[in-house]
Structures are given as structure tokens and as C-alpha cells.
């Protein structure tokens, strides 16, 4: 993909701080992968450049093309190219990458560089691999080794380089607003400026044929320069496509644009002074390059993944094929041996992740609004669907799910909690829905409260629901009563709130620019500011288990910041993710980032962490109460082996829910909590403990 990205000054210091922070995160295994960027064909193989690194397609039958393999690569995978047995790479702010494809079903990493900036584009001849590396311009390396690629020169462009073409003895850049520059490369340790052409639009790509230099020059379309004397090339010709064109490739008399969310546009440049338009194919997402071979054009259509066009009559091209990838992953719910993603347009994605290393997809429903949230409990997977309000899913089995049941919400449903037979939802500027979900196949409106803000996100701890209210902050509302839900209080945070997780008496609020604000709710009625950690980019959504908050950050991935003393949290791992972290969930030892192109699986490994315990908690246990016949009050115990919703209620022998003491979020561990059962008779009692699928009960005899 060749897109703008901001640029962030940064000191060398913090810079390596950084570096060693991250590598206390390490990749696991990802899954649900989209975002095709870039995509080359060599012989019954295409090679595709997704935010997460390489995948091979076989493409020996256009009109069904097969997964053959993938080998992930921590940067954001931006286009690609192949030469002999080696695939290369150019990995965003992880410079080039060199991959051994000499057998395309196993691909293996063979050797990197990286390159100072950001690796928008890879060309490679001659021994040579030449990156467009963004505002360091172009960069020339030395891949004769592939196992040890090194710097051979580099040339300064005027402005960011986003693409290269290599013809001869020149290296022809596209420079955004430098237009097209076009470098002499004779001498790769010496490279030259030898002339330039300023285009009138920016230049995103550059494609070079017969003594031409056909331009993708975004929002001015295909401009075709004159470069038979590079020196001093001359404007040819042009035409303006409908939409941004990003890549261009030609062969024959017809040059092929990926004009974005235009689709393939098939430009006759038979006579390069007066292109004019041939055929055209809308793609059903974003066109960001295209690739030619054998009457087919491959477009790298972004989150639609590989669409393939039967281009052998370019006046009239059709569909012959695609590689359908997933959606963008806007959340992630783990219970027991599966993760539940609401991936936006196609709804809710289930993968098995019992093997961290290799998830699996399994299953799939599609949801009829935008699924942005999901929470899983008794065999249900309930989905904010946006404008189609609380679609409420059975999975209990993920190999099929199915509908259960749905309420169509007054706002857009964004966020969703579920506890004691209530399901909260976020529903933006319908402020907070509760909706009876006792019985999943006819779910009833109970209660709302109309929050000032617009609600994005929610969290229920006990008799309170805490509103991530964006412009509003945090607001606190009283949900004792589900049918009559009245405000306790608020705090107004610095930015926007988006999503907000509670534990130990603190709200964990992720607040966009602001990053964490941590707030203490001890008292609902009175929040009160304890302390921030400024993340670097925009925070989305926090997850708190172990003594740390961990806080999905856009685009700068995965911060762990250490939250044992509220009042004064630090940074404590972080992992640059390909794409735009979403939303975090912690499970055990592994941590899952729904990151726009993927399902990401991560485990973190505390610098000062303590020897590993071997008595760490691997199944769930209610104890019995103590003392046991009891006098006023007792002690429950209870052991969770996973992070996850907890209820622990007691009821009477009619089956009577008399009191809930716990209902919310809990992490794994030890856990304990007192009944003060002053008020109440004489008897036998039940506790019951529910935790995902694990349900407990025990006996309790209350004497006065």
C-alpha cells in the first residue's frame, strides 16, 4: 500500500527506549488477515503485499485462486517484488524485507535492512534493490546476498518517495509533490539527480515503457512524460481518471490504473499524446496497484482482497476470480478456546485459537448492520451492529452460528456488556440501552438513560454502568434498577472517551489523544482524577488485568503501561502492530488486538517480571464459605483461570436470586468477597458462581 503517512520526530533516546520495551512483546500468531497492497505474478503464483506480510496465492485457475502460504512480517507490508528465488518486500517502517520464496508453499525470511524511514515501494535489478523510502527519498541496497543485504547509496527526492521504477541506468521515482524524478543509477554507490517532471497532481506510482513514464499521479489521474532523454523529460499526454489513481502497469497499447475507490480504469495510450479511455471495472473496495499477466489484471483491492479481471478485451473487462479476504476488525471477545471478532460489514469471525501459534478460522455470521462490538456469554455471542441495534448470535457451536435473536437499538449500537441477564449497549447518541436478554430469542427493551455525550463504550461493575461518553467523558450511571437506570455521577476527561474497563475501585478510561486516564470510582457519586499516561497516538480501547492496562493505540499498536500504583503509571511493553489497533482483549498469558487487518495474537514478558508461579490458577473453584454455619457474615472464595465476566449470586431454596455480590470483569487469580447478610432470615442459602462457561454452586447455612 502507498499511503501518507504523518511523520513523528522523535528523540533518539526515547526512540531506544522504545525498542527495548518492544521486545518484551512478542508475536504469537495472527489470523483473519486483509489488506492487499501490492501484488506481483511470476508464473502460476501471485505474491501479495498485505499489511502483515507475504501471501502466495496459486492463480494457475484465474477464476479460483488458492491460499498456498503466508510468513508474517512485523512492519505493514506496503508492495512487493520478485526476482529468482527471492521475494522482496518493502515493509513500511520496517525497511526491505528479503524472503526466500524457492518453495512458495514454505516461504522463510532470508534476510532485512532497514531503511531510515518508511518503505512505501521495492524494485529490484541488476543485484540491486531499489526502495522508495519516503521522505529519505531513495534508497539503494545491495541484495547480491540476499542472507546479507547491505546499503549501497541513496538519493534525496525533493519531497516523499512513494514508487520506483528501474529501466537502464535509471531509477525513476515518484515523488508525491516532487512530481516524477528520475535518478541516474549507473553507479548505485553514487547515484545522481539527472532530471525531473512536476506533475500537476502528486505522484503515487510510475510504470516505464518505450521511452515513457506513465505517472499515477492520485487525484490527476495517469499523466504520461516524455523520458527518451531523462534529462529533460517533456509532458506527453494524460487522462483524468474518476478517482485517485495510486498505481499504474502497462502492457501493450493500453496502460491499467488502480484508481482507488474508483476501481481498475483501462487507459489506451496507443498514442501517448492522447490517451483515451478504454474499459473500466468498479472493485468493490479500495484499488491501491495492479499487475498484468497472461489477459488478467490482479488488483490489490485493499480490505476486498485479490480481485482478478479477464482484461483479454480491454474495452469490456470482466470478473473472472478473487481471493475474498475479511473486513476490518473493530473488536475481540476470548472464551474458552475461541475468539470472537466483530468485523464490521461481514459481521461476526469466530477463530480457534486453542494453538496461539496457528489460529484458525472456523466460523462465521453475517450480521445485517456494522458489527463494532461483541461480548460472548452463555453460549451467545451479543453484537453492537451499529444502525441494526443488539444482534444477538447462538455459538454454541462456533462451526455454525446462527441467529438467535436481535433489538433494534434508537441509535448506533458501538459498544455491548452483558451481566445478570441484561445486555448494556453503548448506543451513541441514544446515550445507554438496556435490553433484557434472559431469554436470548426475545430480547426486550428494559431501561435507558440518555447520556449527554455520544456512547461509545461500556463496562458494568456491580450496580453501576461506566459510559465511555467520547465528548462527555465518564459517565456513571445506576443500573440497580435496570427498568430505571438513573446518573451517579461523571467525570469530564481531557479528550474524547471511546472505551473505559473497571478493576481494584478504578475506572481505566482510553481516551483518545489524551491516552489513559485512570480514575478512581470507589465512590461512584464523586470520580475523582488518580493519574494519565500519555500514549503516542489515539487510544481506543484499554483492557486491565495483572496490574497492567493494556491500550489499544491506532496506529501506534499495543502499549502496556504498568497501573499497580494507579497514581503514577508508566510505560511497561509495547509492539508496533501492522494496522490500527482497535481493541484489546487479555486472556491468560496471551493478549488478542483486533488491528483493523487481522486478529493479532501477542504475549507479554515483564522486564521485572517475578519467577514464573507454578501454583498460577488453572482451573475454576468456588470454596466453600467460611465459617460455615454463619452468623451475619461469611467469606467466599473463589479461584478464576482466566480473565473474563463473573457473577457470584446467592439465592434462596426457591431458586430466588436474593442478592448478586460480584458481577463484571475479573482477571485471573485468587479472588475473595464478604456477605453481610444482616438483613436477611434465618436459613439455607445457595452461592453460585458463573464464569463464562463454568457455573458452581455450594450450600451456606445462615444462623442468628
Known sequence: MKRFAFLVLCLFATFSMGNVLAQNVEYVGSALWTGVNDVKVVGNYAYCAFANGLVILDVSNPASPTFVSRLYCQGEGRAIDVAGDHAYLADGPAGLKIINVSNPASPVLAGSYDTPRVAYDVFVAGGYAYVADESAGLQIVNVSNPQNPTGAGSYDTPDWAMGVFVSGSYAYVADVDGGLQIVNVSNPQNPTGAGSYDTPGRACGVFVAGGYAYVADYDAGLKIVNVSNPQNPTGAGSYDTPGRAWGVFVSGSYAYVADETAGLKIVNVSNPQNPTGAGSYDTPDVAYDVFVAGGYAYVADDWSGLQIVNVSNPQNPTWAGSYATPDVAYDVFVSGNYAYVADNDPGLQIVNVSNPQNPTWVGSYNTPGYAYGVFVSGGYAYMADHWSGLQIVNVSNPQNPTWAGSYDTPGYAYG?????????????????????????????????????????????????????????????????????????????????????????????????????????????????????????????????????????????????????????????????????????????????????????????????????????????????????????????????????????????????????????????????????????????????????EFSQTIRMVLLK
Open 416 to 692: 455491548v456488556f452483558v451481566a445478570g441477564g441484561y445486555a448494556y449497549v453503548a448506543d451513541y447518541w441514544s446515550g445507554l440501552q438496556i435490553v433484557n436478554v434472559s431469554n436470548p430469542q426475545n430480547p426486550t427493551g428494559a431501561g435507558s438513560y440518555d447520556t449527554p455525550g455520544r456512547a461509545m463504550g461500556v463496562f458494568v461493575s456491580g450496580s453501576y454502568a461506566y459510559v465511555a461518553d467520547r465528548d462527555r467523558g465518564l459517565q456513571i450511571v445506576n443500573v440497580s434498577n435496570p427498568q430505571n437506570p438513573t446518573w451517579a455521577g461523571s467525570y469530564a476527561t481531557p479528550d474524547y472517551a471511546y472505551d473505559v474497563f473497571v478493576a481494584g475501585g478504578y475506572a481505566y478510561v482510553a481516551d483518545y489523544w489524551s491516552g489513559l486516564q485512570i480514575l478512581n470510582v470507589s465512590n461512584p457519586q464523586n470520580p475523582t482524577w488518580a493519574g494519565s499516561y500519555a500514549t503516542p497516538d489515539y487510544a481506543y480501547d484499554v483492557f486491565v488485568a495483572g496490574g497492567y492496562a493494556y491500550v489499544a493505540d491506532a496506529e501506534s499498536g499495543l502499549q502496556i503501561i504498568n497501573v499497580s500504583n494507579p497514581q503514577s503509571p508508566f510505560l511497561a511493553g509495547s509492539y508496533d502492530t501492522p494496522g490500527f489497533a482497535n481493541s484489546v482483549f487479555v486472556d491468560g498469558e496471551y493478549i488478542y488486538v483486533a488491528d483493523e487487518n487481522s486478529l493479532m495474537i501477542l504475549r507479554f514478558n515483564p522486564l521485572d517480571a517475578p519467577e514464573p508461579n507454578a501454583s498460577a490458577p488453572k482451573t475454576f473453584r468456588l470454596s466453600q464459605n467460611f465459617p460455615n454455619p454463619f452468623n451475619a457474615a461469611t467469606t467466599l472464595s473463589y479461584t478464576l483461570a482466566r480473565t473474563g465476566p463473573v457473577e457470584l449470586s446467592i439465592y434462596n431454596l426457591l431458586g430466588e436470586r436474593v442478592t448478586t455480590l460480584i458481577r463484571g470483569m475479573q482477571t485471573t487469580g485468587e479472588h475473595q468477597v464478604t456477605w453481610d447478610a444482616t438483613d436477611f432470615a434465618s436459613g439455607v442459602y445457595l452461592a453460585r458462581l458463573k464464569a463464562g
